[in-house]
C-alpha cells in the first residue's frame, strides 16, 4: 500500500534560518504529492502540490521537488520566519481517480525570534 | 467565500453515548472526505462521500461508525456507545470534483470520558 514518511518533530530554528523537512514515500503508481500546513487548533491548508516527476511546487517561499528517483518531496524554505510555525504534513495521492489522501504522521516546526 | 464549516468545534461524550459530527462544505463542493488524527498521529483516511452516495468506507470500522451526505444538508458522521479510543480530531474536507485537491475544515476535537 502507499505510504509517507517524513522526519519527527519538533524542528527548532532561529528566525531567517534555512529549513528543511525531509519526506519519502512509497507508492504504487505514480501519485501526486503535497504539503499541507496546519496552524493550532485549525484544519489543514494545502501549501504546495506537484503532480509529476521533477514538478516543482512553490508558494509562500516555501518549494519542494518531485524526485521520483530518490520517492522523495522534501520541503524547504530559505529564510522562516516566526509566522510558519505550525505542523507541516507531506502527502500523496494516487492519480486516475478520486483523491484518497495518505499523510505521512506531521512534523512541527518552531520558530523562535 | 465560506470555507469547508465543521461543527460542533468540541464535543465531549461520555462512553456509550453517540457522537454526531457535522460538515457543511464549500460551496459548489459536491465531494466529502472524513479523516480521523489521533493524538501525535497524521490523518487517516475513513471515508469518501458524494451527494447521497458512499463511495469509499474503505478506512471506517466496520461496527459503530456511519456517514452520510443527504441531498440537502451537511454530511454527518456518526459514532455509535463511543469508547474512549474514539477520542481524536475528525477532519472533513470537500473538494468540487474528485480530481482536485481538497480544502478541509478545521476539526471537530472528539473527547470521551
Known amino acids: 500500500g502507499n505510504s509517507v514518511t517524513q522526519m519527527e518533530g519538533p524542528v527548532t530554528l532561529s528566525e531567517e534560518a534555512f529549513l528543511t ?3 519519502t514515500y512509497t507508492a504504487t503508481g505514480y501519485p501526486s504529492l503535497f504539503w499541507y500546513v496546519q496552524y493550532p487548533g ?3 491548508q494545502l501549501l504546495l502540490k506537484a503532480t509529476k516527476a ?3 511546487g512553490s508558494n509562500k517561499g516555501f518549494e519542494a521537488t518531485y524526485r ?3 520517492t522523495s518531496f522534501h520541503l524547504e524554505k530559505g529564510s522562516v520566519q516566526v509566522s510558519d510555525s505550525a505542523v507541516y504534513f507531506c502527502a500523496l495521492s494516487e492519480g486516475g481517480g478520486y483523491q484518497k489522501v495518505t499523510f505521512g ?3 512541527k516546526l518552531q520558530v523562535i525570534p | ?3 469547508v464549516m465543521q461543527n460542533p468545534r468540541h464535543l465531549v461524550r461520555r462512553r456509550g453515548q453517540e457522537a454526531r459530527l457535522r460538515c457543511s462544505p464549500m460551496k459548489g463542493h459536491s465531494h466529502v472526505y472524513w479523516y480521523r488524527q489521533l493524538p501525535e498521529e497524521g490523518l487517516k483516511f475513513m471515508v469518501y462521500l458524494q451527494k ?3 463511495i469509499d468506507e474503505s478506512g471506517m470500522p466496520k461496527e459503530r ?3 452520510e451526505f443527504p441531498k440537502e444538508g451537511p454530511s454527518i458522521l456518526r459514532i455509535q456507545q463511543v469508547v474512549r479510543g474514539d477520542s481524536a480530531a475528525y477532519f472533513c474536507a470537500s473538494s468540487p470534483t474528485e480530481n482536485q485537491p481538497q480544502h478541509f475544515g478545521d476539526g471537530t476535537r472528539l473527547s470521551i470520558l
Do not use: Y
Open chain 2, 52 to 54: 447521497e452516495n458512499i
Open chain 1, 105 to 107: 504522521t506531521g512534523t
Open chain 2, 1 to 3: 467565500n465560506a470555507g
Open chain 1, 54 to 56: 521533477d514538478d516543482k
Open chain 1, 68 to 70: 521520483k528517483e530518490t
Open chain 1, 21 to 23: 523537512i525531509n519526506c
Open chain 2, 65 to 67: 461508525f456511519s456517514a
Open chain 1, 42 to 44: 485549525e484544519g489543514l
